[in-house]
């Protein structure tokens, strides 16, 4: 065998071990018996360990080393980008840093969840500045003299900078306030739905919504979670919904949401699987997935026009008079604190107020004791609303308590490219709205198949973008698209 193979065949081994790690993730919150929780972590870290280790083989320098990357082809030359790329961060980190992240964010995980429900952020203070310095040694360890910032954010979003992604948020920045306040003060507001939505009736519409955007259930599953999520690829793809009987939107977007993480999944060329090309390429071009699915398409007029007739169908009555009224309720601009639970007009701001926050505290130029502050100060600003309490703000998310410096900026960067992508289809795809109107969504996800999501890691997250749109990715055409939907529903 040559050093090539040798390596994909060592590779193959330590994909299959990945999947086995993410499905116990799957299940430990799916189906897990509750008293299992303790046990499962140490199946976990097992392994883990076991998986540590073979990202670290020193035989993997030594089959880089061997082989002549000119004498491959695309696709092998792609896999070896991702393998040296992987193996150079993962062998450029200290044993003992590593460690030490693992075991201070496993702790901050708990202490998060503690100090949020007791609104309390002093209990949170002390292990984030552990978290916060080991991260700055980290990425100062990973950067190589370069931005540190760059370095955290090339784990979720290889080729990203900060300074690019800054300048483009600044640009957007001012366009989303302007369309806040417009339509803020527009002086009306849509309906929110009445009514009380069975379970049973939510996820057999979930299921059905799932299936009208091509999710094969072969290859896949429905569960609940409390928060949902997507696990798998190759094969074997699994999403997760959850259910409030109250607001059927939120199963039903989240459903859609999941189903563009998971049909990106399921649609790799299945030549690909348990290759470092195997899954999506970055989790920017993974958000542009599931947001087009879940707002592009599944929040457009044509769109919910079908489902105001499914809503119909199941429950008798969807909760709002009319199918514009049902468009009107779906798309609801409001001033909410929470990230999870905004509109497509807030979102962004909410990412892009994390990402400065959290370049700073990477740089130095903010310090754990003043973050809170400085969240309130900027919320006001964008949001024109004074935080009221910690858990409505700067205690809202996990990702700081888990080490995850870098992450944000990767959903509003899925949310610019879904804007590129919504131009591209709607141009090569003339009458999509009729199609959607029908409920019929073959169509897009057939032109995102074949230019997006078969690709899997074989080109560079800006570069599968340019080559499906035929230009190079910007926020014009998101922008564009929430003034004209938002406008129009407006009035503004
Ligand atoms: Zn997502």
């Known amino acids: 065998m040559t050093a090539f193979e040798e390596l994909m065949e060592f590779q193959h081994e330590t ?74 961060r993962a062998t450029r980190l200290p044993e003992k840093l590593s460690a030490e992240l693992a075991r201070v964010t496993s702790r901050a995980q708990g202490i998060w969840a503690e100090a949020r429900a007791a609104d309390d952020m002093a209990h949170f203070l002390p292990v984030l500045e552990q978290v916060v310095r080991l991260k700055r040694q980290e990425a100062a360890a990973l950067a190589d003299g370069g931005d540190p910032y760059d370095a955290l954010m090339d784990d979720f979003e ?70 949902p999520f997507t696990s798998g690829g190759g094969a074997d793809v699994r999403i997760t919904t959850r259910v409030v009987e109250t607001e059927p939107f939120n199963c039903l977007y989240s459903t859609i ?53 499914r809503m119909n169908d199941v429950f008798g009555d969807a909760g709002a008079p009319d199918a514009d009224a049902f468009h009107a309720a779906v798309n609801r601009v409001h001033s909410g604190f929470i990230r999870t639970e905004a509109d497509e007009v807030h979102y962004n701001l909410h990412i892009m107020m994390r990402f400065d926050l959290e370049r700073q ?26 935080v009221d309490r910690p858990s409505n703000g700067v205690l809202q998310d996990v990702h700081w308590s888990v080490g995850l410096f870098g992450y944000f900026p990767t959903y509003a960067l899925g949310n610019v490219y879904a804007g590129c992508l919504n131009l591209a289809l709607r141009a090569a795809v003339p009458d999509l709205d009729d199609q959607l109107a029908r409920g019929h969504t073959e169509g897009a996800t057939a032109w995102l198949k074949e230019h997006v999501q078969r690709h899997g890691g074989l080109y560079r997250p800006r570069e599968v973008i340019e080559r499906a749109c035929g230009f190079a990715p910007n926020e014009g055409p998101l922008l564009d698209y929430l003034d004209a939907k938002f406008g129009a529903l407006y009035g503004v």
Request: net charge negative; hydrophobic share 40%; with cysteine.
């Open 361 to 386: 505290l990477i740089g130095g130029s903010l310090e754990v004791a003043d973050l809170e502050e400085a969240w309130n100060a900027r919320f006001e600003h964008d949001f024109g609303v004074a």
């Open 257 to 309: 949401h999941e189903v563009g993480h998971g049909c990106y999944e399921q649609n790799i060329d299945p030549a690909y699987a348990l290759t470092p090309l195997g899954n999506g390429v970055s989790m920017g071009v993974h958000e542009s997935q599931s947001r087009i699915y879940e707002n592009q398409l599944g929040r457009s007029r044509p769109f919910t026009g079908w489902l105001f007739g």
């Open 158 to 227: 290889p080729g990203a900078t900060a300074a690019e992604t800054g300048a483009m948020f600044r640009r957007m920045r001012d366009r989303l306030v302007m369309l806040r306040e417009r339509i803020m003060g527009a002086g009306r507001g849509p309906a929110p739905l009445r009514g009380n939505f069975s379970e049973v009736g939510q996820l057999a519409l979930a299921q059905q919504v799932a299936e009208h955007f091509g999710y094969d259930f072969r290859h896949g599953r429905l569960d609940k979670s409390v928060h």
């Open 15 to 88: 994909e299959a071990l990945g999947q086995v790690a993410g499905r116990l993730g799957w299940d430990q919150e799916t189906v897990m018996p509750r008293g299992a929780a303790a046990q499962r972590a140490e199946e976990i870290g097992a392994l883990e360990s076991v998986l540590h280790a073979r990202r670290t083989d020193p035989r993997i320098g030594d089959w880089l080393a061997a082989i002549d990357d000119g004498r491959l082809d695309p696709v092998g030359a792609a896999k070896l980008r991702h393998i040296r790329r992987t193996y150079a």
